[in-house]
DNA sequence: CGGCCTGTTGAAACTGTTCAATTTGTGTGG
DNA sequence: CCACACAAATTGAACAGTTTCAACAGGCCG
């Protein structure tokens, strides 16, 4: 676990080997819950941030009447709540999205390997910083582009998202999924993304096959989605 | 300058003397620019933090065909781009909304003040946590909630924001957007925002003189906004 | 086998858009 | 102070995208 989390922060910023050291003597427990669990609540004030080692979560928001907004996708090596780690109150929900391995930190040990240790502080600002981006992209393709090509931009995102390139030929990824969790995504009825699905297969953008999608024409996908990664920085690193 | 500096830290954490003493020794650069001049665009790389001092901004992302989505506005005392301490390139373009006046500080010299007085760093965290929990609403508001209830939402949220207290009996403010503008942030177009205005007005949740607004029921404008403050973190304080 | 969740399909209804025209307001120059 | 220009607000009517409701098919699990 703490390989990974080093790993991850290697990525973004320069690790001393002290900084290692650092990271390495975090203290975690791990914990592995199955789909659909909650890993936290609105309302509730957490005393531990949790990172995800393998599996997929989601942050989501519901209406008084029930409704729900899916607004975010976590992927292993995101934390899930780092808001947690100077709010007090969490403002939405988190619930696993397939069986989640989870490694929780105290969110006092947190503070203080910031506080030691700039470059951790510095990778975990970055990741704060693209989750928000992320939001405002988001916000774009609900606000303004239509069930198509919001759908198709989902999808551009997770083929880079979950692939990390979309360079290496073919894209297929396992999308676990269902479309009622893709319409909560994307501010659609479920019967709607049905429809638009088909019609993005129909097209031969995209193949399914359970769960999988395959990328048949990432160049159409990505004109139709009008997809543009930057908004993803992936290359960002701290010089 | 400083000064409005200083008290936002404070009413966040605790400030020592040696840290306002630092806050006070920032370099920066007044600017006051015109309503609509950008401030930061798409793809640039600033080496500057701006701070609002007085007026109101926006940040918008716009779409290949020039639809374009405004997905934050930015009060005095806000960054307009803590991104940017962190992440190389903009993701977003960020316009002034009013006559706008700024405190441009170096982006080295905010990092070293992060590093020297963390209570700042801490400040500045729930800065950009709070505007990624704002994000989260908004998605929730454009994805599942109606014209109506979307719009009402912004209202209210505004009241709190530009008020700073929704107790004190009237609630009134100056809303300086366009309903062009209002259509941008909400997804919908200028002319379904007037009619939802109208709406608005004609069952007496709110009055509109000019560009004025006022609250007649709050009770009932938040109820049809589902309007509920924790989103905001307004009590947040680090102890 | 039966139950239940997910996916699929059709038809009707509705919310919000589009297009286009008109009014109101505001600042500028004569 | 009026005339003009221009942006913003307002209104109506037709239209489109998405939702809603309803029914049914398929797959998985106990």
Redesign the pocket.
């Known amino acids: 676990m703490t390989e990974q989390l080093i790993r991850k922060f290697a990525s973004r910023v320069a690790m001393s080997a002290a900084d290692r050291a650092h990271v390495a003597t975090l203290p975690f427990k791990v914990r592995t819950i199955d789909a659909s669990t909650y890993v936290l609540r609105e309302g509730q004030r957490p005393t531990r941030c949790a990172f995800i080692v393998e599996g997929l979560a989601y942050r989501q928001k519901l209406t008084p009447n029930g409704e729900r907004e899916i607004v975010s996708i976590l992927t292993p090596g995101e934390f899930v709540d780092l808001q947690n780690l100077f709010l007090d109150e969490s403002d939405h929900d988190i619930q696993a999205l397939t069986r989640v391995t989870l490694a929780e930190i105290p969110i006092t040990a947190l503070r203080q390997l910031i506080a030691a240790c700039p470059a951790a502080g510095h990778a975990l600002w970055i990741d704060a910083l693209v989750e928000s981006s992320i939001h405002r992209e988001w916000l774009l393709n609900i606000g303004r582009r239509?069930?198509?090509s919001?759908l198709a931009h989902l999808l551009c995102e997770f083929s880079v998202r979950f692939n990390k390139s979309t360079s290496g030929g073919d894209i297929a990824y396992e999308l676990p999924?269902?479309?009622?969790q893709l319409?909560d995504a994307l501010?659609?009825?479920?019967?709607?993304?049905?429809?638009?699905?088909?019609s993005l297969e129909t097209d031969q953008l995209i193949v399914?096959k359970?769960?999988q999608v395959s990328v048949v024409d990432w160049s159409r996908l990505r004109d139709v989605a009008e997809f543009n990664e930057r908004y993803l920085h992936l290359g960002q690193v701290i010089g």
Request: overall charge positive; aromatic content about 0%; charged content about 35%.
């Open positions: 239509n069930a198509r919001r999924m269902t479309q009622e319409g501010g659609l009825t479920p019967v709607h993304v049905n429809r638009v699905l088909k399914r359970k769960r």
